[in-house]
């Protein structure tokens, strides 16, 4: 899935809700993110970053194999339009933020 930042396009590979978080720890380590989207049915759903992995490891008594994506992941994802004006963008994101 391209994840576009100013002009710079990267590829980062999407996780599924049954996903485990053993999965989603090796892809954030393998492509060097912190946070991955998440995708049903080729929609974006949400996303999950290392900081809900954390959480959830810490309030597990189960390993990274028996708590999946759909657990832990932020929902619904934020999506921002390329030709929202700044301030707009920055205050909906400022807003989001505690979901990250």
Do not use: C, F, N
Request: charged residues 15%; negative net charge.
């Amino acid at each position: 899935m391209p994840v576009y930042l100013h002009q710079l396009v990267l590829e980062i590979d999407p996780v599924h809700p049954a996903d485990t978080l053993g999965k989603v720890l090796h892809l954030q380590q393998k492509q060097g993110v912190a946070a991955l989207p998440v995708v049903e049915q080729g929609r974006l759903i949400g996303w999950i970053s290392d900081v809900q992995v954390a959480a959830a490891l810490r309030e597990a008594s189960a390993g990274l194999d028996s708590v999946t994506v759909g657990m832990v992941m932020a929902s619904p994802a934020l999506v921002l339009d390329p030709s929202m004006p700044a301030e707009v963008a920055a205050q909906l994101l400022q807003d989001d933020a505690p979901s990250l």
